[in-house]
Nanobody
Framework: QVQLVESGGGLVQAGGSLRLSCAAS??????????MGWFRQAPGKEREFVAA????????YYEDTVKGRFTISRDNAKNTMTLQMKYLKPEDTADYFC???????????????????WGKGTLVTVSS
């Protein structure tokens, strides 16, 4: 019903920037409403929340460790979501996953614990 494809990962030096994109498709995605978010999983660690954005983009929510460095945005006309990452640190190295959830009335602070639809991830490596 919902397909999510991430792009934009790569290798960057500490202090650098990277922009991730998520392209969403699917019959229900075009007709229904979804909150979206980014999660990441570092090697040997559990998946963790990064940022989320409401259906119309009016609300955003960030993990404390990325506040002020990462910016989440979306373009519903294009069915895309982006994560602009600045001042990257080696500890930001991880697979980054795009996610979506039809529970648009659920606070983003709760959706941080998991969403219903996932992409396959894109790898971000930050060298020191």
């Amino acid at each position: 019903q919902v397909q999510l494809v991430e792009s934009g990962g790569g290798l960057v030096q500490a202090g650098g920037s990277l922009r991730l994109s998520c392209a969403a498709s699917g019959r229900t995605f075009s007709s229904d409403s979804y909150a979206m978010g980014w999660f990441r999983q570092a090697p040997g660690k559990e998946r963790e929340f990064v940022a989320a954005i409401s259906w119309l983009g009016a609300k955003t929510y960030y993990e404390d460790t990325v506040k002020g460095r990462f910016t989440i945005s979306r373009d519903n006309a294009k069915n895309t979501m982006t994560l602009q990452m600045k001042y990257l640190k080696p500890e930001d190295t991880a697979d980054y996953f795009c996610a979506a959830d039809e529970r648009i009335h659920t606070p983003l602070s709760r959706l941080r614990y998991g969403m219903n639809y996932w992409g396959k991830g894109t790898l971000v490596t930050v060298s020191s």
